[in-house]
T-cell receptor, first 113, second 110 residues
Framework: NAGVTQTPKFRVLKTGQSMTLLCAQD?????MYWYRQDPGMGLRLIHY???????AKGEVPDGYNVSRLKKQNFLLGLESAAPSQTSVYFC????????????FGPGTRLTVL | GQQVMQIPQYQHVQEGEDFTTYCNSS?????IQWYKQRPGGHPVFLIQ?????EVKKQKRLTFQFGEAKKNSSLHITATQTTDVGTYFC??????????FGAGTRLFVKA
């Protein structure tokens, strides 16, 4: 099993450009999450999904959109990138709520100039 | 909203010394999780604590959940260079959201 994979690993954008980050998991997990990690601030939840076709806002959803058309994939979109969105983005998944171990992908390092 | 305070922000130790990080909440928690992130890596789940006063051990790591379920600690005995990284606590806010502490970064000098 590959676990949780993320593409791309690195990306540099100019302000105003758009992009989509892809997360895929092969563990048949119901729940998937997108976090951003900034120095000294830990991990902050952007959006999450409790199942195929459903998404919900986390702590810092502004400027991002998500979609979960297939159970194994969770996409994070930036419609108009801003320098404040420079960060490391992690995707995670978990089997169910009762035992909430989250499995993280390797991360995407995004720089917005 | 739910917040967790994690202290210290960072700690430098000599190899062989002990290390402890603390996680505190103003509200009663249903459970708490601990994760480790190596430099340049991604968070990896270590353990989950659920019961009041619970103590769990993993080799040199000891995890405790407070009696009031408002705080938790991770203690490493006799640190090694392989312990280097950032340790995060994480709590569920109810529903499906998980809130992470800011983390404690551990530096170990050989």
């Amino acid at each position: 099993n590959a676990g949780v994979t993320q593409t791309p690993k690195f990306r540099v954008l100019k302000t105003g450009q758009s992009m989509t980050l892809l997360c895929a998991q092969d563990m048949n997990h119901e729940y998937m999450y997108w976090y951003r990690q900034d120095p000294g601030m830990g991990l902050r939840l952007i959006h999450y999904s409790v199942g195929e076709g459903t998404t919900a806002k986390g702590e810092v959803p502004d400027g991002y959109n998500v979609s979960r058309l297939k159970k194994q994939n969770f996409l994070l979109g930036l419609e108009s990138a801003a320098p404040s969105q420079t960060s490391v983005y992690f995707c995670a998944s978990s089997l169910r709520q009762g035992y909430n171990e989250q499995f993280f992908g390797p991360g995407t390092r995004l720089t917005v100039l | 909203g739910q917040q967790v305070m994690q202290i210290p922000q960072y700690q430098h130790v000599q190899e062989g010394e002990d290390f402890t990080t603390y996680c505190n909440s103003s509200t009663t928690l249903s459970n708490i999780q601990w994760y480790k992130q190596r430099p340049g890596g991604h968070p990896v789940f270590l353990i989950q604590l659920v019961k009041s006063g619970e103590v769990k051990k993993q080799k040199r790591l000891t995890f405790q959940f407070g009696e009031a379920k408002k705080n938790s600690s991770l203690h490493i005995t006799a640190t090694q260079t392989t312990d280097v990284g950032t340790y995060f606590c994480a709590v569920n806010t109810g529903g499906f959201k998980t809130i992470f502490g800011a983390g404690t970064r551990l530096f170990v000098k050989a």
